[in-house]
């Protein structure tokens, strides 16, 4: 659900003039949308766990503000100030930045498949950016 929804902001995003929006309010809308989202999924899928304990809602929290709400705002900010276009061509390359982190901070093999993965990833993000129109 997160990766369609992002796309369909991002993409959207020129459509339907987001740059004459302020940030904290499309963030809102973002939000939201996301919350109706989950909110079905859970409807259909027999509802969501409760929280098991302290320590669990403050992980939920921390994962809801820094990764989210960072990633969110600064992602509103790129399609206001370099566009919809370029901002998602640089988004192809989170998995590449993950594996970069994962490899050098938290030691995680470099193996074959994943050589082939920041090939494929690069090769792709190349391919969108000296793509003819």
């Known amino acids: 659900i ?29 939000f939201f949308l996301g919350m109706v989202y989950m909110a079905i999924f859970a409807l259909f899928t027999g509802g969501i766990q409760p929280i098991g304990n302290g320590l669990s809602l403050l992980s ?27 901002t998602a061509v640089l988004g ?8 970069t ?7 995680e093999p470099l193996t074959a498949v994943v050589a082939i993965g920041f090939f494929l990833i690069i090769a792709s993000v190349m391919l969108l950016v000296t793509k003819k129109e």
Not at 4 to 9: E, F, K, L
Not at 15 to 25: A, D, F, G, I, M
């Open 2 to 30: 997160d990766r369609r929804d992002w796309s369909s902001d991002v993409c959207s995003s020129d459509l339907l003039k987001v740059r004459n929006l302020e940030s904290t309010k499309l963030n809102f809308y973002v």
């Open 60 to 86: 939920l929290i921390m994962l809801g503000l820094l990764p989210t709400a960072v990633s969110n705002i600064t992602l509103v900010l790129a399609i206001k100030r370099i566009g919809s276009t370029l």
């Open 92 to 99: 192809a390359l989170e998995p590449l930045t993950a594996m």
């Open 101 to 107: 982190i994962g490899i050098c901070a938290f030691g």
